[in-house]
């Protein structure tokens, strides 16, 4: 079974300023990777897809990188409406499917 | 637009019974597979059951199989979680989602706003 862990758990940062979200996999899941942004009382979104693709509506400020193990979810410039949790996921073995334990951008 | 709207959510109590269901429009109902994931309170997300197209094929969680049964009727664009012999552990908001990508790059592209299940006595 493959494990996402994420990192750190939380962040702290001022608007304007880049956040860096890290999602590491146990085991290579190619580029199998996709990222959700979830604010308090809201159902998650889809940011990123296939690790690095924007889906659709998503600010450009918004990049995903990586591949095989190590997974990153960049926002180039803060914005107010960005600080919510993070989640990373994948889908796992036969028809299984996992997400990292999320990190939480919060205003300094 | 895309919507999924799920309803069915409430307090019951442990080892009793509880249907939810997702009302999905805006897009061919019938051509995607569908899931439950779930979210404790102050929680992380936890992916719940899957069901094909056509449902003819059903994957559940570990935590939820033998207790929980996913279905879908395609006819009414609808998705179902019966969710049997509840414990306090499966009190979560329970979320409907699409599935978005093929194969083994699978993730979801929309979400219900989802409905809340308390399990307690």
């Known amino acids: 079974e493959i494990v996402l862990t994420q990192s750190p758990a939380t962040l702290s940062l001022s608007p304007g300023e880049r956040a860096t979200l890290s999602c590491r996999a146990s085991?290579?899941?190619?580029?199998?990777l996709a990222w959700y942004q979830q604010k308090p009382g809201q159902a998650p979104r889809l940011l990123i897809y296939?690790?690095?693709n924007r889906a659709p509506g998503i600010p450009a400020r918004f990049s995903g990188s990586g591949s095989g193990t190590d997974f990153t979810l960049t926002i180039s410039s803060l914005e107010p409406e960005d600080f919510a949790v993070y989640y990373c996921?994948?889908?796992?073995?036969?028809?299984?499917?996992?997400f990292g334990q999320g990190t939480k951008l919060e205003i300094k | 637009q895309v919507q999924l709207v799920e309803s069915g959510g409430g307090v019951v109590q442990p080892g009793r019974s509880l249907r939810l269901s997702c009302a999905a429009s805006?897009?061919?109902?019938?051509?995607?597979?569908m899931h439950w994931v779930r979210q404790a309170p102050g929680k992380g997300l936890e992916w719940v059951a899957i069901?094909?197209?056509?449902?003819?094929?059903?994957y559940y969680a570990d935590s939820v199989k033998g207790r929980f049964t996913i279905s879908r009727d395609n006819s009414r664009n609808t998705l179902y979680l019966h969710m049997s012999s509840l414990r306090a552990e499966d009190t979560a908001a329970y979320y409907c989602?699409?599935?978005?990508?093929?194969?083994?790059?699978?993730?979801?592209?929309?979400w219900g706003q989802g409905t809340l299940v308390t399990v307690s006595s």
């Open positions: 989602a699409r599935e978005g990508g093929s194969g083994w790059n699978v993730y979801f592209d929309y």
């Open positions: 805006g897009f061919t109902f019938s051509s995607y597979a």
């Open positions: 069901i094909s197209y056509g449902g003819n094929n059903k």
């Open positions: 085991q290579s899941v190619s580029n199998y």
């Open positions: 296939d690790a690095s």
């Open positions: 996921q994948q889908r796992n073995n036969w028809r299984m499917y996992t």
